[in-house]
């Protein structure tokens, strides 16, 4: 089982869309959650962390269930400017007080006018 | 002004050349990383660095040596080139190694070998 899976992908839909990633990590012990977003041939920015409580930043709400080792990504009205790969991302130890991060593949998203 | 930059942007050379890329934050930031995107858009890490020591090595070949003469900067030479290095190479940067630290990226380093 890979460290973090994303759903495949990719989603196309129309603006004003709204539109929900899935996200499950293996390692139990893992620390922190994110999203980030990447755009093609750019670099990952973060888009939000993710905290158990969930949390919210403008259309964009993010969920993590610990118990069932699960991430989500919920983007309502979805705009043009959302098109983008949406990476889930893991932060665990890795040996002693050192963290490492674990991306799943990512999911592509393409909003269409 | 940019937070992690990376040079070259683009390099393409031959089997069996040695290439470094170089990388600088100018964010204060105590940890710098560098990661391999690989033609499958999976997005690894590769090194790690605090303070310029080396803290996170994920069994790299030994081809690949990071440097890090200071804190904001850290160097990634690779000698004996290969097909399989081809893949975009991305330095992040980050205040420290708190679990909530965010990383901040580079705009990466297309590698291709030839």
């Known amino acids: 089982r890979k460290e973090v899976e994303q759903d495949p992908g990719p989603f196309n839909v129309p603006e004003g869309a709204t539109v929900a990633f899935n996200c499950t990590y293996s390692?139990?012990?893992?620390?922190?959650f994110f999203w980030y977003r990447q755009d093609c041939r750019k670099e990952p920015k973060l888009l939000m962390s993710v905290y158990s409580s969930g949390n919210e930043d403008g259309r964009f709400t993010a969920q993590l269930n610990r118990a069932s080792q699960y991430i989500s990504l919920l983007i309502r009205d979805s705009k043009l400017s959302d098109s983008a790969t949406y990476l889930c991302?893991?932060?665990?130890?890795?040996?002693?007080?050192?963290?490492?991060?674990?991306f799943g593949k990512g999911t592509l998203l393409t909003v269409n006018p | 002004d940019t937070a992690v930059s990376q040079t070259p942007k683009y390099l393409v050379t031959q089997m069996g050349n040695d290439k470094s890329i170089k990388c600088e934050q100018n964010?204060?930031?105590?940890?710098m990383y560098w990661y391999k995107q690989d033609s499958k858009k999976f997005l690894k890490i590769m090194f790690s660095?605090?303070?310029?020591?080396?803290?996170i090595n994920e069994t790299v070949p030994n081809r690949f040596s990071p440097k890090s003469p200071d804190k904001a900067h850290l160097n990634l030479h690779i000698n004996s080139l290969e097909l399989g290095d081809s893949a975009v190479y991305f330095c992040a940067s980050s205040h420290g190694q708190d679990k909530r630290d965010t990383q901040y990226f580079g705009p990466g380093t297309r590698l291709t070998v030839l």
């Open positions: 390692n139990s012990a893992s620390q922190s």
């Open positions: 991302v893991v932060k665990s130890r890795s040996g002693g007080s050192n963290y490492k991060l674990t």
């Open positions: 964010l204060g930031h105590d940890t």
């Open positions: 660095y605090n303070n310029k020591e080396l803290i």
